[in-house]
């Protein structure tokens, strides 16, 4: 298996992988059962960067049981090298999901977030760490969450530090009691992206893009907020970029955000953001390279909605959409 490029160095996710449990049915409603997807947000993150040639490192839990070799073969058959802790129920965590007519997703969880520190440093250790990500639930779940922000405080500085606060109202129900945590890690962080959605819940009755501005002022070098179909808002300091979506047929939205922030990721590691340099590279792109970075992200994330599941492109499929799209 093939790793990141020493010109560049290892690009590092931290965070759950599970099985997407979804109803199967065809055109007619007929009950056909159930269809067992290997997903979770930080991992589908990693495929994204797996497929668009970046070969991350994951580290993630998962038990030796059936579920947990499915999700190891989805991993690394693109390219992701998983760092693996046994959680300690002993079972492989696993998500019920229920599709609305419009394909949108909710999730009820079975979820175990119990990383330890020494798995996480003994990869650390070994040292250039190009970029860092976590996001989800692995960054507000005790006891596992406490890892997770002591390596993205160790990591700030040194590597492109990129958070994703994908909030999951069904396993931490109370906002009050995390939203301390996530705005600590949104200190922390050099890129931080959040759907609309996110952002209204943890700060509700309030406009979306007025969090963003808060949160881009007091740590991040940039915020992206992602709004579905309407596109993406980049905001960094005084700029603020819009992005159109890619009109598409949408089979369900399961790990399209995730799609969009590790093709952002791609995107910037393309550019030269990456490393201790990440944040004076990040605030020297001009407004037209950021508006090309957050495309490429649109259109992996369309390419993702187009199909069943979280199934991020490679990239000969966004270069493709890219060609067309210029034709």
Known sequence: MSGPGPSVGAVLVIGETLIDVLPASRGDGADLGVRELPGGSPANVAVTLGRLGRGPVLVTTLADDARGATARDWLE??????????????RTSAAAVRLAADGSATYDFDLTWDLSPEILAGVIAAGGIAVLHAGSVATVLDPGADTVEAALHGARGRSLVTFDPNARPAVTPHVARVLPRV???VGLSDVVKASTEDLAWYHPGVDPMEVARAWAASGPVLVVVTRGADGSVFVRGDDVVTVPGRPVTVADTIGAGDTFMGALIDALVDLGVHG???RGALAALGREELRRVGSRAASAAAITVSRPGADPPTSAELDAMARAATG
């Not at 390219?79 to 300690?88: E, G, L, N, Y």
């Open 183 to 185: 705005e600590r890690l």
């Open 276 to 278: 201790p340099t990440a």
């Open 77 to 90: 058959a693109s390219d992701v090298t998983v760092v693996a802790q046994p959680p300690a129920t002993g």
